[in-house]
């Protein structure tokens, strides 16, 4: 009888050991949260196999499977957006039209898990000379703009800044302008040097001047990942699964924000992927 019970205690010292153990774990887990950028590809029939009505699963379906909390989308359509508003009916979004400040148009829409964050402040800005209303900027093809939001993590109470844009693609001075103008803005709605994310497709290469205006200011979340970055090296160069050259999608940070793992998602169906750009996920944790 003696031996049993000296067992048994033995048996729940070791359960509950394991028990605190993975709580330990959980709680230090807990503190990190998972960041998607998007380019989802704008509805269009011209796409033929590929058009939305024939991705809006796939792209969705990835977006859930790799459990992003947050994730910034380029090229969204308001329909588009509604789709998504529709599969994701845990969280919150924001983002306006880039062509009236409403509706019309694409959408720099950023979603976040609402049992997670808590939205403090946001809006929208212009790529161009005047940024607080639609309009081309530069030599920019299109409108252009910046969706960000102010928020609290729930689990940690740490308020935090995010950025999410997509650059022009043909204008070349409207691509370093905008690199400037992010910066300018990071400035003045972090005064309080927050930790900072900024996604986006901003339609430019590493060793371009626009990029290389953000990371004078900003790290690249795939260079600082503490784990070896996952997945190809490009992230664009349209729908069929083949080796992309290009890394045009990005996660960048501050200072305060340090990168767990980082990967380009190539997640294909087929010969084809759910976009034409590859989605960028970074597992990210506030530094104290």
Known sequence: MKLFSSILIAVLCIQSFAFAGSNNTGDKAGKSFLVMSYNIRLNTPGDSINAWPNRIEKVTGLIRFHQADIFGVQEALPEQVEALKAAFPDFESLGVGRDDGISSGEHMSVFFRKSRFEKLDGGT?????????HGFGWDAAHNRTCTWLKLRDKTTSQEFIFFNTHFDHRGRVARVESSKLILKFMK??????????????????KDSEPIQTIMAGLKDSREVSQSKPYGPEGTSGGFLVKEKSRIIDYIFINDKVKILRHGHLSDSFGI???SDHLPVLAEVEFLP
């Open 272 to 274: 084809y992927y759910p």
């Open 188 to 205: 003045e709605l972090n005064s309080g040097n927050l930790p900072f994310i900024l996604t986006g497709d901003f339609n430019a290469t």
């Open 125 to 133: 800005f212009w790529l161009s000379e005047n940024p607080s209303r």
